[in-house]
């Protein structure tokens, strides 16, 4: 069963601090993915990574960076917190193979107060 | 145009009912349409997914309708239980050389009263 790992489930930050959220997958995907979740816009594609060391800007990427130096692990960088990014973050990973569907993982809560 | 219209934005019906959970799009280079399902304090899961070439397809009691020509797909619960409620999302696959990108529908959250 592919398993996706978010470090943290909840995570409290103030305005301006450097955040870093983490994800791990066990199944040897090739593509990544950050999303963040918000009530009536549902999930908005933020990075994604095709390989290791390679990413693409989503829709919304404006305030976000990614890494993604092992090809298990790509994480979300928030340069300089503000309220506006408090949501709820989802990574999700899938198999670089056709019609293979995204596996997510259970997300991260993230507040910037 | 990427985006993916839903509708309603929640739904309640009685066990047994048939919620019916309809999206739209204006994108015709999407490949792949998937439904995804999550419940509270989980990441969404895969629920049942269709080609564009398809009209129906029915696993269990899901369906998927799609009308190519009207750019519109739905999703169909039959008998419906009280732990189908859930969020639901409707989403596009844009499939290029190295991968694929989900476009989501802003979700509709159904609730099953016993």
């Known amino acids: 069963d592919v398993k996706v790992t978010q470090s943290s489930r909840y995570l409290v930050k103030r305005t301006g601090e450097k955040v870093f959220l983490e994800c791990v997958q066990d199944?040897?995907?090739?593509?990544m993915f950050w999303y963040r979740q918000d009530p009536g816009l549902g999930l908005r594609l933020i990075y994604f990574?095709?390989?290791?060391?390679?990413?693409e800007k989503g829709d919304i990427p404006e305030g976000y960076s990614v890494s993604r130096e092992k090809k298990e692990r790509f994480s979300l960088i928030l340069e300089s917190a503000s309220t506006n990014q408090t949501s709820m973050y989802l990574c999700?990973?899938?198999?670089?193979?056709?019609?293979?569907?995204?596996?997510f993982g259970d997300g991260t809560r993230l507040s910037i107060l | 145009q990427q985006q993916v219209k839903q509708s309603p934005q929640s739904l309640i019906v009685q066990k047994g009912g048939i919620p019916i959970i309809n999206c739209a799009y204006e994108?015709?280079?999407?490949?792949?349409f998937p439904w995804y399902q999550q419940f509270p304090g989980k990441g969404p899961a895969l629920l049942i997914a269709?080609?564009?070439?398809?009209s129906e397809k029915k696993e269990g009691r899901f369906t998927i309708s799609f009308n190519k020509s009207a750019k519109q797909f739905s999703l169909h619960i039959m008998d419906s239980q009280p732990g189908d409620s859930a969020t639901y999302f409707c989403?596009?696959?844009?499939?290029?050389?190295?991968?694929?990108?989900?476009?989501f529908g802003a979700g509709t959250i159904l609730r099953v009263k016993s």
């Open positions: 999700a990973s899938r198999s670089g193979l056709s019609n293979q569907p995204q596996h």
């Open positions: 199944m040897d995907h090739e593509n």
């Open positions: 990574s095709y390989d290791v060391k390679m990413k």
């Open positions: 994108n015709t280079a999407f490949d792949y």
């Open positions: 269709i080609r564009p070439d398809v």
């Open positions: 989403a596009a696959i844009l499939t290029w050389e190295y991968g694929n990108k989900l476009v």
